[in-house]
């Protein structure tokens, strides 16, 4: 044996080697790539469901949103026609009942004015901090007590 039929054995032993590495590497690779294709083909019919079950409830959500849009303008048009009720109300029989008010505390207080009139000869009075004095009895200058 010479010199170069013994590296010819020898390259050919590593390309051997290398060849069986490779092929190793590539039904590894061919493993992972069926897996791959395997996990893809469950996820796409995972998906396609979920994707038509969220579009079906993004269009309920929309519909929702439309009514209760609607409901909101509704209550705002509820609202705007009691507000000018209400001005209406008010401006209509609040006046007239201030009138009728004053005038029933007037009558009240000229009735009761002479009823006391009547009883008491002067109903004339003064108040004075909170306490009531005829117009007959003297009064104190508010500095100076007794």
């Known amino acids: ?10 390259v050919a032993v590593f ?10 590497a590539l039904a590894r690779l061919a493993q992972t790539l069926r897996a791959t294709t395997r996990l ?3 996820v796409t ?15 309920s959500a929309q519909t929702q949103i439309d ?5 909101a303008t509704d209550v705002q048009e509820v ?10 109300v008010a401006s209509t029989f609040g006046g007239p009942l201030v009138k009728v008010a004053a005038f029933g505390y007037g009558v009240r207080r000229a009735l009761a ?8 000869g ?10 009531t004095v005829s117009r007959r009895e003297k009064r104190k200058p508010r500095g100076k007590r007794d």
């Open 79 to 88: 609202t705007s026609n009691a507000s000018a009720l209400s001005t209406t």
């Open 113 to 120: 004015g002479r009823k006391d009139d009547v009883s008491a």
């Open 122 to 131: 002067d109903s004339r009075r003064t108040v004075i901090v909170g306490r």
């Open 40 to 42: 893809v083909a469950d």
């Open 67 to 71: 009514r209760v849009d609607a409901i």
């Open 15 to 24: 390309w051997a080697i290398l060849v069986s590495f490779l092929a190793v």
């Open 45 to 59: 019919e995972q998906a396609v469901p979920l994707l038509a079950d969220a579009s079906a409830a993004v269009r």
């Open 1 to 10: 044996m010479s010199g170069g039929e013994v590296a010819g054995i020898l």
